[in-house]
């Protein structure tokens, strides 16, 4: 038995693990070879002889004791665990710590059970998204970044771009209104340093304009998709992102994520530290403290967030709670540049868990497939969702 691997499970059952040792237990569950001992963990802790044997009622306390051990696993109320059908009971325990054929680890939340899995026939890997993005200059010039580690990739007036150890910055200054865009293709991410200090982290499929040197009373970048900012604290010179001209938020130096993907359901906010204010089409205006996001349609509704969840993509994991499979799968639509078809219509299935964003696609389709999901890989990269 690995002796911290059943520390680290101790930790998470008694609520006392911290977040280093959380990310660390996530990675030892990852291991194939942890499989056996983790399903002994789960039997000598909750005095079990085998999974598969498990009572309904065994199993509902097992799951709500993962549940409740682990924060960012939280669920309210009984009725989220009594919608899963009885078969299912051990599977979802299991699940919520057991390494599965995908190298990760997954919840499965299903309406109903409709049949048998279909099998995944064999198709040629998809590799996980990476650095890289593509940098407009003011001319209309192109720089692929893919490949750069360090360098001077412009000069515009008296401003310099260059990539430091993988990411982009500025430095010097001009008076000339000279505006450059980065934006990510699907498949690839990128950190950029503005001229002001700020540090501005792009998911796949996103863009952010901006000038090459703050000159004015505010400080104005225009993004789309989604990126997480760090602004330097300048209090006469708000920092201020126009979110796909359809939304607006304002700090003076704070930590945030905006996720304002086209094909998203509303423009979302969510703030990590300091203060925001967040403003729609029409004017109105909400200010936000951490911990708070703010979802912006015809209206502002501002909820509590799960921060963990809302920046993990920064940090090389997809979280999933509660999520939807339409919005998991526009996720990896977008990190493995790959189309997303459903051939009878989104199966009603919901996910919970995390897995690194740096397993090929191939792992990500074995990991739904255990659950349950149905998935063909045909060619020209065309993911198929198969009725359940």
Known sequence: MNERLAYLFQQLYANRITAAEREEFYLLVQDPEQASAVKELIAQTYKTPALEELPEQRSHEILHAIFQSDPGLAVTGEPVVRQLPRRKWYRVAAAAVLILGASTWFLLQRS???????????????????????????????????????????????ATATVVNGSLQYKGN?????????????????????????????????????????????????VTGEAFFEVS?????????????RAQVEVLGTSFNVNAYENETSITTTLIDGSVRVKNKVNEVK?????????????IIVSNANTEGVTSWMNGTFYFTHTNLAEVMRQIERWYDVEVVYEKGVPDVQLFGAVKRSLSLEGIIKGLKDMGVNLRLDEGKRLVVLPQ
Do not use: C
């Open 174 to 222: 001009t008076n000339e209104a000279l505006l450059n865009t980065m934006r990510t293709p699907r498949g690839r991410q990128y950190k950029l340093t503005l001229p002001d200090g700020s540090k501005v982290w792009l998911n796949a499929s996103s863009s952010i304009r901006y000038p090459v040197a703050f000159n004015g009373k505010e400080r104005k970048v225009e």
């Open 233 to 245: 604290p300048k209090a006469k010179h708000p920092f201020v992102v126009s979110v796909d001209q």
């Open 112 to 158: 109903a059970d409709k049949g048998p899995q279909v099998v995944v026939q064999q198709v040629p890997d998809i590799a996980a998204g990476k650095e890289g993005a593509i940098l407009t200059l003011a001319d209309g010039k192109q720089v692929v970044l893919d490949n750069i580690q360090d360098g001077i990739v412009a000069i515009e007036g008296g």
């Open 287 to 299: 200010v936000l403290t951490p911990g708070q996001q703010a979802a912006v349609t015809e209206s």
